[in-house]
C-alpha cells in the first residue's frame, strides 16, 4: 500500500501519515497538496492525506479544488490534529536579529499576531509547506528563520527560538484520508458531498430546504467558485448521519436537475 503525504518529512501532514500507516505501508512525499491529490487520481498511489480545514483559518482551498476537479476521488476517514506552530532557526538567534521568516501559507497565517507583534519588520515568505521551510533555512542562510512542526527541531538540527506560537490555543486541523475507492468499513457518523446549483433566485435555498425536510443536520458549508463564470459556485458539505435520511435527500436532489457528487462516508 502506497500512501501519499504533504512532504518533506516533518510536515503535520507527515505525521498524520505516520499514525496511520501500517508496517507494510510506503509513503511517498510530494511537494504540494494538489500534487499529492492528483498523483492519487493517477493512480501512483493507493490513498493519500490532505489538510482539508483549519480551526483558525477555514479549509484549505489548494485541497478542496483538487478535489472538485478530480471526481473519482472519495473521502476514506478524518482525522484530527492539534496543531502547534514554532519558530526556529539553523543559529539561536535573538528576535531582532532575525529578517526573513518562511512557512506555508496557513501556518503563516495561524501566528499573524505574533508576528506582528513580535517580528513586525521582518520578510514573510510563502513556501510548500511548513517543512520545507524547515529544511530551506537547514542550508544556513543568515539571519532567517521557519515556523513549523516540533518534529523538525531534530530532522533538520534546527535551534528552537520559541515554542508554540500560535495566535489561539484551540488550533486545530481536519485531514482527510483520500482513496479512490468507497469507504466500507465501520460505522459511519458523518458524509461529505459537493453540488453545484445555477445563478438563479432561491436556487441554494431550493436544495437546502431539502436537507430541512429530511431532518439532516449540516455540520459545514463551503463555497468554491466553479472557474467557469462569475456567479458560478461548487458547495462543499457535510452531513450528520443520524437518521438514515441522507440517500433519500440526495435523490430529491438528482431528481431536480442539480448536479451532487457524494465525497464519501466515514
Known amino acids: ?82 496543531i502547534k506552530q514554532n519558530l526556529m532557526s539553523n543559529k539561536k538567534y535573538k528576535l531582532d536579529e532575525i529578517k526573513v521568516v518562511y512557512s506555508h501559507p496557513q501556518a503563516l497565517a495561524q501566528c499573524k499576531k505574533y508576528l506582528s507583534d513580535n517580528l513586525p519588520n521582518v520578510k514573510q515568505i ?72 445555477k445563478d438563479k433566485p432561491g436556487a441554494l435555498y431550493n436544495v437546502l430546504e431539502i436537507f430541512s425536510k429530511y431532518n439532516l443536520n449540516l455540520t459545514k458549508i463551503e463555497s468554491r467558485p466553479a472557474k467557469t463564470i462569475l456567479g458560478e459556485y461548487y458547495f462543499l458539505i457535510d452531513i450528520s448521519i443520524e437518521n438514515g435520511n441522507e440517500e433519500s435527500a440526495i435523490k430529491d436532489i438528482r431528481e431536480k436537475g442539480i448536479y451532487v457528487r457524494v465525497l464519501g462516508k466515514y
Do not use: R
Request: proline share 2%; with cysteine; glycine share 4%.
Open 1 to 82: 500500500m502506497k500512501v501519499g503525504f504533504l512532504g518533506p518529512k516533518g510536515t503535520f501532514s507527515y505525521e498524520v501519515c505516520s499514525e496511520y500507516c501500517k508496517e507494510n505501508y510506503e509513503k511517498i512525499e510530494y511537494k504540494t497538496i494538489p500534487e499529492t491529490i492528483i498523483a492519487l487520481n493517477n493512480n501512483e498511489i493507493d490513498e493519500c492525506i490532505v489538510p482539508i480545514e483549519n480551526s483558525l483559518q477555514g479549509c484549505v482551498t489548494d485541497a478542496i479544488d483538487t478535489l472538485i476537479q478530480n471526481d473519482n476521488i472519495k473521502v476514506k476517514k478524518e482525522v484530527l490534529l492539534e
Open 126 to 197: 510563502a513556501v510548500e509547506s511548513t517543512a520545507y521551510s524547515a529544511q530551506k533555512v537547514s542550508q544556513g542562510e543568515e539571519n532567517c528563520a521557519c515556523i513549523c512542526n516540533i518534529s523538525c527541531l531534530e530532522e533538520y538540527d534546527l535551534k528552537l527560538i520559541k515554542e508554540s506560537i500560535q495566535d489561539n490555543s484551540f488550533n486545530k486541523t481536519k485531514f482527510w484520508v483520500l482513496s479512490k475507492k468507497e469507504n466500507t468499513e465501520g460505522h459511519f457518523e458523518k458524509m461529505s458531498m459537493i453540488f453545484s446549483v
